[in-house]
């Protein structure tokens, strides 16, 4: 299913989550046509939690069209 997506995805990981093991985002990047992964800590979001969006966003693929 995630294959059939044809809309740019960016995806964040956080590489110290417990409950969502970085090999499953990694796969899931792989699958998605036009994804882009970002890595964070969970510890990023402790000051800010904005940096979570600013990362998707970042992660998305060069060609994707938002209003950035």
Known sequence: ELAGL????????FLDD???PLAVA???????PRAGMA????ADLTADRSVLGAAALAALPDDAEVGR
């Open 6 to 13: 044809r809309v740019p995805v960016g995806l964040v990981a």
């Open 18 to 20: 417990p409950l969502h």
């Open 26 to 32: 990694e796969e899931w990047a792989r699958a998605i």
């Open 39 to 42: 890595r964070l800590r969970l």
